[in-house]
């Protein structure tokens, strides 16, 4: 419950657990842009770049807001994709590298 956010409804106050799409979307996509950069990951496009899920939130609700199920699409290759694959174009080297170098930060101060 530590990422609840309090929404004031006509009944009193609820607690929302989950982001809003946009947001969630936002914040997958600026940490995507920082590890692998702002390009597609299937073809290496940098025009009209989205956030693509992995395996289609239609089919996996419950992954809706992991960002282990995001990679970042250009909008042909997104569309290309639809709902009918569950193809990962992320390198996890790439991501292994970045954290090394996040640990290496924290740990050199």
């Not at 657990?17 to 936002?26: A, H, L, V």
């Not at 609700?61 to 639809?82: A, E, V």
Request: hydrophobic share 30%; glycine share 4%.
């Amino acid at each position: 419950m530590a990422n609840a956010i309090l929404k004031r409804s006509r009944l009193g106050y609820n607690i929302d657990c989950y982001p809003s799409d946009y947001k969630f979307k936002k914040r997958a996509k600026k940490f995507l842009v920082r590890i692998y950069g702002e390009k597609c990951m299937c073809c290496g496009a940098v025009e009209k770049i989205e956030i693509d899920h992995i395996k289609p939130v239609s089919k996996f609700p419950h992954l809706r807001f992991s960002y282990d199920n995001t990679q970042l699409l250009c909008k042909s290759c997104n569309s290309r994709k639809g709902n009918r694959k569950n193809t990962n174009y992320r390198k996890d080297s790439e991501l292994l590298d970045y954290m090394s170098a996040v640990w290496r930060d924290i740990y050199e101060e």
